[in-house]
């Protein structure tokens, strides 16, 4: 659980840094960030605080496409099919693409 809570951090956290990269010299703006004037959110799981956040409309569609990297044994416990490290991994490597389409 604390790993999927990480990764929504981690999503919501580096979203406009990410969406800025992805359409470089494009034009686009993220516009389903929300903005702080005086104070922060928190990122409890990152243990860091920002004036940003994602929308949720946009934040669930991004984590939903990690479903498939979510594994249950049967009755058994839900985890992760390879190690948290990897699912980073892959948001790095995905992160393009899911900012460009947001």
């Not at 034009?27 to 928190?42: I, N, Q, Y």
Request: aromatic share 8%; with cysteine; charged share 25%.
């Amino acid at each position: 659980m604390k790993d999927i809570l990480q990764l929504r951090d981690i999503i919501s956290f580096e979203a406009p840094e990410l969406h800025n990269k992805a359409n470089q010299g494009k034009g686009k703006r993220l516009s389903f960030v929300d903005k702080k004037k005086r104070g922060t959110f928190r990122y409890v799981f990152l243990g860091t605080e920002a004036d940003h956040q994602l929308h949720n409309g946009a934040l669930c569609p991004m984590l939903a496409a990690f479903r498939f990297c979510v594994v249950r044994d049967g009755d058994g416990p839900v985890g992760w099919k390879h190690s948290f490290g990897e699912v980073r991994a892959l948001l790095a490597e995905l992160a393009d693409e899911l900012m460009a389409i947001a």
